[in-house]
């Protein structure tokens, strides 16, 4: 596991509010579709990232990271962890400050690399379940 209480404290409260959820799409069956909600309702704008680019809770969906024409804060990746790597780049090159993998996803070369340029990064963690412990 990476990320810290502390790092995952900074990302869920301190970094900005608007996240990109990559792999979120309607379907109500995936965990994202989940996940978005609870950040939603903490106050996040959760911005959907699916090859659908659907709109999802209300939000216009984007094909890719590149396609958002603003900025996003956290980029929270819910694909499989072979694509994970390619998404953690393209977080950077956005200039998210935070990649946030969900649980069972998890590409240590991608971490490395994510840390080096800068940015906080929590790995195989959920924020809908990290969020509500802060209080």
Not at 89 to 111: H, N
Request: aromatic share 6%; charged share 25%.
């Amino acid at each position: 596991m990476h990320g810290d209480e502390a790092t995952v404290r900074k990302i869920l409260t301190e970094l900005g509010d608007t996240w990109a959820v990559v792999g979120l799409s309607s379907n109500r069956q995936r965990a994202a579709y989940g996940v978005a909600e609870v950040l939603q309702r903490f106050g996040k704008r959760v911005v959907p990232v699916h090859p659908k680019a659907e709109t999802v809770h209300g939000e216009q969906g984007y094909a890719s990271l590149a396609d958002i024409p603003f900025d996003v804060d956290v980029v929270d990746v819910f694909v499989n962890s072979e694509l994970a790597g390619a998404v953690a780049d393209e977080a950077a090159a956005k200039g998210a400050a935070a990649v946030w993998f969900q649980l069972g996803v998890i590409d240590e070369a991608a971490y490395e690399r994510t840390r080096g340029a800068g940015l906080e990064m929590v790995m195989d963690r959920c924020p809908a379940i990290e969020i509500p412990r802060l209080g």
